[in-house]
Every structure is written in C-alpha cells, then in structure tokens.
C-alpha cells in the first residue's frame, strides 16, 4: 500500500509526466526498469490476489504472463535495450523460477528442482538474480554459474550487471559474526570482493542494488542504529554518501545510469517520497520537479535510463499507477559513420555541417568532418556508443561541435575514446571551461586496457548553444557519444 505524503515546495519544473495507465484490476501497476527506448518493465495486479508482469511501450501495455500451465503471479525486474526482459514466474506450491521473455516468449532459465528468481539483465540478455539462495549468473537459458560470494554460501543474491560483465549483489556473513543484516559485493571475470562501507561514518551493512555500464554502482548502506543512506561506489572501492533531507529516515538507491544520475526512495514517516541525484550536493524530491496540479503524488523511483527518463510509482486520483519523468530537454548523440547502426535512444552526428537534422535538434561542425568518422566493430566496445567516433583533430576535418539548446543549465555526460588507437591525449572545452576528467586542467592518456574516458560535468549555457573544442592540451581528441540532459 502507497500512503499519500505532501508535496514539496514547488521547484522549476524538470520533467514531463507520463500516466502508464490502468490495466489489469486498476488497482496496482509496478514498474521497476525502463531501458533507452523508453519501454518500462514490471507487474501488476490482475485481481487483488493475483499479478502479472507487463511490458509498456508507447502507451500500450502487455500482458507477459507466466509459465504456461501455473496460472500463478509473475514478476518483470529488469528490460534491456534490445526489449529482452527478466523476471520470475511462480510455481505450483511456493516454488519460483527464473524466467526471461523475448519478443513476449517466456524462457526458463534453469530447469533444476530448486527455486531461482532473476533481478538484473544487460545488453546481451545475461541474467543474474539467485538459484537455490546462492548468487547466480545465466549467461543464457539453460547454463547457470554460481558465483561463488562468500564461499558459496547461501543468503547470497545478485542484482545488477553491466554491458562488460560486472555484477553486483549482497551476501550475509555467517552468525556471529554478523546477525543483522547484508555486506555488498562486486564480481567480475570469476572473482569477487566485498564493497567499502567505511566513510565518514561507519556503516556496518549495505546492500547494492545496480551498476551502471561505467562500473558505478549504487545502493544502500546501513549504520548500527538501523538508520540509511544512499551511497555510491566508484571504481576504485570508494564509498560516496549521499544524504540529503531525508536523513535521519532510511533511504535507498534503486538505479543508476551512464551519466550517473541515480534514483531511489526515501521512508518518510508512515509514506515514502522518491528522489533523484544530479551530481549533489542534495538530493532532489522527483515531486518538485513535474509541473504543479497534475493530481500526481509521486511515491518510488524505480528506475532511470540513459536518457534521463525515470520510472516509478506514485498516486493519482487515489489510485496506484506506475508513470513515466521524461527531461523537458534531453539530448543523446552518439558520432558515427551514416552507414553505422544508431544505438536504441539516441540520434546519430555523422560529420555534417551545423544545421537542423530533422530530428527535433539542430546541431553539426564548423566544417564537414564526415571522413573523419570511424565504427570499430571491437570486440572490447561496451555497446556500439564506445565502438564509434569522430575525430576532432583530423586534418582539415572539422574541431568545434555544437548543438542549439534552450539556455539554462545541463548534465553533461561526455565519452571519448577508440577501442583500435591510444596515440591520444583527450581534453576538450565546452563552453569555454576545461571538461574534467575528475580533476581540473587534466587530460586523458589511453592505453589498450583504458582506451576510453568518460565524465560528467555540469555546464551553464548563456548563448543558445552548447560548444565543444579542443584544449591546448588535446592531441589527437576523439569524442564517442554525448548525453544532455537539461536540469
């Protein structure tokens, strides 16, 4: 049940909101993930007993249902790009299955007598979640690796995995030596580590509960005294607090994206609120970013896409529905060759001179840079975002990019780099203040194992565009994909 709290004081308003509408009973729609085309995953109630998964595209939502012959409740947790989605089906007698639909087909994952659930998926539709309480991995149907956290013990579960094959989850330590709650844990290439919960204040528990395809990952941790906070963890094991007003209350992060931004909701009192991080220092409440007298009261974040689109629960009309945030400005360009195929959400720059694309922005380079685009087709590329580029110092090609936008403020996620040639040093400039890589006036060196760089900036924008260049410091600067998101 979803309690009604009050409306935050009223900010600028960020976001348009979408109603996923009812379906079913009417009376519950749940999402939980929504990938770069904006389809949103999750379940909801065909009777007061009884629910569902569904898929949500383009205002139309699909019943998935379960394993054929159950009739029982099913569960969509996680939907990639490709529109695969991952879930659990349940069982005659309490028991659960891992399942995962393609083109509305359900699969099960794994065929053996113990109960198994599915939480997270990527790109290449692996999936992770649990089998027989040990943290699990099925690479495809059929074949399943436990992951082998904490000795294989069990109180083990996995929840998120990337495009490059990193998971993330939580294991229980063994009475005594902790008997309230979870550690987190990273996996990746057959070996595994516990995540830092020591910062400024020491947290005993956390749980994580996504990774982004750039290795960040969110979640929550826990202190001795039962109180949370969301956290985030870079690649280097560091914990990141965040805070924000909903302290001392607990909190929890349920997503992340590549630009890392990050969602979760907050316990308020008897209600919950969610929330949104932009890069701090404070948490944002998602209700004082959509516009006033919508009759919403937005209550859970669920999950965000690369795009900026999130995904959640909230009330309306005092009634439980899922919706969709979608940014009033958002832009996602990924550089590329014309013949090249344009990943799910974003448009492609293939060299031209500044003009309106015909897709809703206008935007190009101060000259023709059309031959100097490259796709790589590397067998080490993420996703086609990493494996395509253009260059920015290439003879007479061109080396200033813009893009029209309204004026204001903006995330700015910027990914430079080539999977086939490290004679580089990537820096650039946008709008005229040096972008950093994590540390002012720096410049990114690649190599065959960090072949690209990536970062977010905030950026103001006074003069209607947005400008890139090069820095004194760049040679040879490549840029891969870009992502804008107004804020």
Request: with cysteine; proline share 6%; aromatic share 8%.
């Amino acid at each position: 049940m979803i309690v009604a709290v009050p409306r935050p004081a009223a900010a600028q308003a960020r976001y348009a909101i979408t109603d996923l509408g009812g379906f079913g009973s009417g009376t519950g729609v749940r999402p939980s993930a929504i990938n770069n085309a904006g389809q949103v995953a999750g379940d909801y109630d065909v009777t007061p007993t009884l629910a569902h998964a569904f898929v949500w595209t383009n205002g139309a939502a699909n019943d998935l249902g379960t394993i054929p012959g159950t009739g029982n409740t099913s569960i969509a947790t996680a939907i990639n790009d490709a529109g695969q989605i991952a879930g659990t089906s349940m069982t005659p007698g309490g028991g659960s299955k891992a399942v995962r639909w393609t083109n509305g087909a359900l699969t099960i994952l794994d065929n053996s007598a113990t109960g198994s659930q599915a939480s997270g998926m990527n790109a290449a539709g692996e999936v992770v979640g649990s089998l027989g309480g040990k943290a699990a991995l099925w690479p495809q149907p059929g074949t399943v690796t436990i992951l082998g956290i904490n000795n294989n013990s069990s109180n083990t579960f996995a929840s998120g995995i990337n495009a490059v094959g990193q998971i993330v989850g939580s294991y229980f330590v063994p009475e005594p030596l902790n008997s309230r709650g979870p550690r987190a844990f990273i996996a990746e290439n057959g070996s595994w580590f516990s995540l830092s919960t020591n910062n400024n204040t020491v947290r005993a528990d956390a749980v994580a509960a996504a990774i982004s395809i750039n290795g960040l990952v969110a979640g929550t941790a826990v202190a001795a005294d039962g109180s949370g906070t969301a956290v985030v963890w870079n690649q280097g094991n560091q914990i990141e607090e965040l805070g924000g007003p909903c302290q001392p209350a607990n909190f929890g992060l349920n997503a992340i994206n590549a630009t890392g931004q990050l969602v979760g909701t907050s316990c308020v009192g008897v209600g919950s609120q969610p929330y949104l991080d932009t890069y701090g220092p404070t948490l944002a409440n998602l209700n004082s970013l959509i516009p006033p007298g919508t009759g919403w009261i937005l209550s859970k974040a669920t999950g965000i896409n690369d795009l900026g689109q999130i995904t959640g629960i909230g009330l309306k009309d005092n009634t439980q529905k899922g919706f969709v945030l979608t940014p009033l400005f958002h832009a996602n360009i990924n550089f590329q060759p014309a013949t090249s195929p344009v990943p799910v959400g974003y448009v492609a720059d293939t060299g031209a001179v500044f003009g309106t694309r015909g897709n809703g922005f206008s935007y190009g380079w101060n000259v023709s840079n059309t031959v100097n685009t490259r796709d790589r087709n590397a067998a080490q590329s993420p996703d086609q975002r990493y494996d395509t580029l253009a260059h920015m110092q290439n003879g007479t090609g061109g080396t200033r990019w813009e893009i029209a936008v309204p004026n204001g403020t903006y995330l700015v996620h910027l990914v430079a780099g080539d999977p086939a040639a490290f004679d580089s040093q990537y820096a650039f400039n946008i709008e005229n203040v040096s972008f950093a890589w994590g540390i002012p006036n720096t410049f990114g060196i690649p190599n065959p194992t960090e072949p690209w760089f990536e970062a977010t900036n905030k950026i103001v924008v006074s003069d209607g565009r947005l400008t890139i260049t090069n820095t004194t410091w760049s040679k040879n600067n490549k840029i891969s994909f870009i992502d804008i998101i107004g804020i």
